[in-house]
């Protein structure tokens, strides 16, 4: 039946850029949680009023986060190009694709971070603080167990954006679905191809939305 309304779409290559498009957003969020939420805490952390406070730090940290959000995601796989190859080899494939999603999807997850520990009450932190609490302490005992909502919420928005990512970088024979409507479908004027990646795109996107909003009700106790 479905050879039947989209004749181009072959089924084993649609599974492998399916698989490669879930392989790459999975594995570059897990990155971009990471490094996310390191640049989000020396955000917050060396703003002014913070526990390490520090006007040059947070500058230094603000200005990389700024700059790397600023610029366009296909101008970044390209700058990015030299290190990809010394990274990882090469500068195709989908292992090719996850410096450039990690550092172009941290620093827009590090604001989100940032804006998200910002929401603590501040007076949970100052309770932590006159019990003597240490600085290690208030980050993992205070900051994130009390912003874990908004950090989910923000994780949910950074993987969809990542999923957006992943197909920008199939033009440039990054793998995935993005690859694959571009290369068997737009190039080969097969738009039954280009239509069902598409959908394929808006379902997965879909199921990360749906995930990320049940996590974020589980942990959000208001």
Do not use: H
């Not at 912003?147 to 440039?172: K, N």
């Amino acid at each position: 039946m479905l050879n039947e309304l989209f004749p181009n779409v072959k089924i084993a290559d649609l599974w492998e850029a399916t698989g490669e498009t879930f392989y790459m957003t999975l594995i570059a969020l897990t990155g971009t949680f990471v490094l996310g939420i390191l640049l989000g805490l020396l955000l917050y952390l060396t703003s002014k009023g913070g526990l390490w406070q520090s006007k040059s730090l947070n500058l230094s940290v603000a200005t990389v986060v700024n700059v790397f959000r600023a610029i366009p995601f296909i101008i970044l796989i390209l700058l990015l190009f030299p290190f990809t190859d010394f990274l990882v080899g090469t500068i195709r494939g989908p292992n090719a694709a996850l410096p450039a999603l990690i550092i172009g999807s941290a620093p827009f997850y590090g604001r989100l971070v940032e804006i998200g520990l910002r929401e603590v009450d501040k007076g949970v932190i100052e309770a932590a603080k006159s019990m003597g609490a240490k600085t290690r302490t208030i980050i993992f005992k205070v900051l994130l167990p009390e912003s874990m909502p908004a950090l989910v919420s923000g994780i949910t928005v950074t993987a969809i954006a990542l999923i957006g990512y992943t197909a920008v970088a199939g033009v440039i024979g990054a793998g995935g679905l993005g690859d694959f409507a571009y290369y068997y479908g737009f190039q080969r004027r097969a738009f039954d191809v280009v239509f069902v990646c598409t959908v394929l795109i808006v379902i997965i996107v879909f199921i990360f939305q749906f995930i990320g909003d049940f996590i974020t009700n589980k942990l959000d106790k208001r």
